[in-house]
Nanobody, 120 residues
Framework: QVQLVESGGGLVQPGGSVRLSCAAS????????MGWYRQAPGKERALVAD???????NYANSVSGRFTISRDNAKKTVYLQMNSLKPEDTAVYYC??????????????WGQGTQVTVSS
């Protein structure tokens, strides 16, 4: 059974930093891509950043230059380093991974979500 387990998050002051981690476990062939989404109260879930197995990255305009996504393929883990945090970054952050059970069969999995609150 495939699982995504997130860690990190919490309460941070404006201008501060926090790092999120998401580790995948279970039996599968590969993961591509891995990424982070967020959902603020009253808003739809939206992409924050994602990264391919080859290291190509994609960022939402609102976080470009402040957030950095990375992954450790050996550890099946994706990270999100969040710097210069703003109150508008407050949201539940979800990890998402496209997991291949064979060369052509895949399914998208979501983590349980972790709250990030930016407030003084």
């Amino acid at each position: 059974q495939v699982q995504l387990v997130e860690s990190g998050g919490g309460l941070v002051q404006p201008g501060g930093s926090v790092r999120l981690s998401c580790a995948a476990s279970g039996n599968f062939v590969s993961i591509n891509p891995m990424g982070w989404y967020r959902q603020a109260p009253g808003k739809e879930r939206a992409l924050v950043a994602d990264i391919t197995s080859g290291g190509s990255t994609n960022y939402a305009n609102s976080v470009s230059g402040r957030f950095t996504i990375s992954r450790d393929n050996a550890k099946k883990t994706v990270y999100l380093q969040m710097n210069s945090l703003k109150p508008e970054d407050t949201a539940v952050y979800y990890c998402k991974a496209r997991i291949y059970s064979s060369a052509f069969l895949y399914r998208d999995y979501w983590g349980q979500g972790t709250q990030v609150t930016v407030s003084s």
